[in-house]
């Protein structure tokens, strides 16, 4: 049965299912570290290996609630079972779960710009109209 991540504090030590958006991936020797997300909130899941996902991922993930004070709100997830639902591109046509000062307006636009004419350029022009 899904539990929100807002409430996984309430299952320390039991089996939970969560489903959300990754927000962040960070990488550690062997280790994965996932900043999960849903519509009540974010939770740390822990991955042995590599996880072989990118940001904004749709993922069900299945594992043991524990305690973890250097977690994100002090419990995290060991995952045993991670389902890739649905897969982000890496390279996504608009920055998302960056910095807020790397989130300029400026910046936006000139990626938004930049991702607009690449594609106008691969559009075949009809020279007859």
């Given at each position: 049965m899904r539990t929100l991540l807002a409430e996984v504090?309430?299952?320390?030590?039991?089996e939970v299912e969560v489903r959300g958006w990754v927000h962040r991936v960070r990488e550690?020797?062997?280790?994965?570290?996932?900043?999960?997300?849903d519509r009540s909130g974010m939770a740390q899941c822990v991955v042995d290996g590599k996880a072989e996902v990118t940001p904004e991922s749709v993922v069900i993930v299945l594992g043991q609630m524990s305690a973890n004070d250097k977690a994100p709100?002090?419990?995290?997830?060991?995952?045993?079972?991670l389902q890739v639902v649905a897969r982000a591109e890496p390279d996504l046509p608009v920055p998302v779960n960056q910095d807020p000062?790397?989130?300029?307006?400026?910046?936006v636009l000139a990626r938004?710009?930049?991702?607009?004419?690449?594609?106008?350029?691969?559009v075949p022009s009809d020279e007859s109209i």
């Open positions: 504090a309430k299952h320390a030590g039991e550690l020797g062997k280790i994965s570290f996932l900043l999960l997300r709100g002090g419990f995290e997830v060991q995952v045993t079972s000062d790397k989130l300029s307006l400026e910046a938004i710009s930049h991702t607009a004419a690449t594609i106008l350029d691969q």
